[in-house]
């Protein structure tokens, strides 16, 4: 205890730091607090919003502003998709390709496109979202009054959020976009876990204890999956420039055993609503539609989660494949004197990462899938729907992975301020140091 008060100490004794948490903490009550303000027009009395599949996932995380018909509804989500439109067409368009390799000018100029194209993606969204899904009865003014001031409220509250994002990112500690989703999804988990030990009852607070030990060791394991890394020695040859020898050195590139983080639960989320409505549309006339139909209408069911973890399987080679470049890889090491030893430079050397990425991906995407279906599990075995969630899935994944990066970020000024770090067996690896390749 004494050495974790000390530790918070060292924190606050940084004047930078502090003011960083200071500011992370502000932007992120600013965010809560419009995730509270209903948006003008609503009666939130007669809102009964019960959003499940993809929509369930969306109000988890924005913290309940979707259900709760908010001026922040629709969150940073619109700015997650257009970033991932942007790029995918980085991959695909020679224009955006090239954008990218300008530095810092392109980079500035792909923001600025990812911002325009957010607003229109935010637009589309508005519209459908208030047609869809507030009811009528609970509405107060016309319903076309209604949705063209809708419409300028969650574009306006969208943007606002992304601003928050980003002030988090200059002015804060971690990464905003990232920050705000999680603080979105623990903001349920109180709630969560209170809602379960009433269902328990006072005769089951031995099984409420089992199931916090059975969570513990649920986020610990998603630690690990974040974490590995299959490191490939590099061997540097020795230069001469100028009067000094340099290289010589061995580092090590760090292939993650989970390069596609949570996009392929989502990717494969998305697309779990197809064989409800396709066989939706021949339920009445063919018994095996109608099966099919109750078949997937809920995720607890087995054939909703073998599909699913096929899906993730599958979109995780898939991102993996677009997102980790062999080829770029071994030229990027050639061009630096590097050779991993035993192997030629060039297509070998590519070939090599190729295969020893393809073997660690298989079990990484089986793992992946494991923790997708684990709340599907968790509520079979008779937990509440809304404590489930947190077993596994994106949730689950999104705050591992941002509490270590954000962990790293302050181990980092503890350690340029020769202060001990936060772990007393070493230095915090977040997300962003294990996927760089010391040069």
């Not at 509270?36 to 502003?65: C, E, H, M, S």
């Not at 969560?192 to 060791?217: D, H, K, M, P, T």
């Not at 090491?333 to 590519?350: D, E, L, Y």
């Amino acid at each position: 205890m004494n050495r974790l008060i000390t530790t918070f100490k060292n924190i606050f004794a940084i004047d930078e730091l502090r003011s960083r948490i200071l500011n992370t903490l502000l932007f992120i009550t600013a965010f809560r607090l419009g995730s509270a303000i209903v948006l003008p027009g609503v009666d939130p009395q007669k809102l009964n919003l019960n959003p499940q599949g993809l929509l369930g996932l969306l109000d988890t995380f924005l913290g309940g502003a979707f259900s709760k018909a908010s001026i922040f509804a629709l969150g940073i989500m619109p700015y997650i998709s257009a970033s991932i439109a942007i790029q995918l067409l980085t991959l695909a368009l020679p224009y955006f390709q090239k954008m990218q390799k300008e530095g810092e000018s392109g980079r500035k100029r792909l923001n600025q496109i990812t911002r325009v194209l957010t607003i229109g993606v935010t637009a589309v969204q508005a519209i459908t979202y208030v047609r869809t899904t507030i009811p009528q009865e609970a509405l107060l003014i016309d319903r076309g009054l209604f949705t063209i001031s809708s419409l300028f409220v969650l574009t306006a509250g969208t943007i606002f959020c992304m601003w928050l994002g980003e002030r988090i990112t200059d002015k804060g500690i971690g990464n905003g976009i990232s920050m705000i989703i999680m603080i979105g999804i623990v903001s349920r988990l109180p709630g969560a876990i209170i809602g379960e030990q009433q269902s328990r009852g006072s005769g089951g607070i031995l099984i409420f204890v089992l199931e916090i030990v059975a969570l513990y060791f649920v986020v610990m394991g998603a630690v690990v999956l974040t974490q590995a890394v299959r490191r490939i020695p590099i061997q540097y040859a020795k230069q001469v420039i100028g009067n000094k020898v340099v290289g010589g050195q061995r580092q090590y590139l760090p292939l993650k055993l989970n390069a596609a983080g949570v996009m392929p639960i989502i990717f494969a989320q998305a697309l779990m609503f197809i064989p409800t409505y396709v066989a939706g549309l021949f339920a009445e006339k063919s018994d095996f539609a109608a099966g099919v139909q109750n078949a997937f209408q809920s995720y607890t069911t087995w054939q909703y989660n073998v599909l699913f973890a096929l899906l993730i399987i599958i979109f995780t080679f898939f991102y993996t494949a677009i997102s980790v470049n062999p080829v770029q890889i071994a030229d990027d090491m050639k061009r630096s004197g590097g050779f991993i030893p035993g192997v030629k430079p060039g297509i070998q050397t590519s070939e090599y990462i190729g295969t020893v990425l393809d073997r660690i991906t298989l079990p990484g995407a089986v793992m992946l899938a494991i923790v997708a279906i684990l709340p599907a599990i968790a509520n079979l075995l008779g937990m509440t729907s809304g404590f489930a969630q947190f077993f596994g899935g994106t949730s689950l994944l999104i705050m591992v992975g941002v509490v270590l990066d954000t962990l790293q970020q302050v181990e980092s000024y503890l350690l340029m301020r020769r202060y001990e770090g936060l772990m007393k067996s070493g230095r915090v690896q977040g997300r962003t140091t294990s996927e760089t390749v010391a040069a």
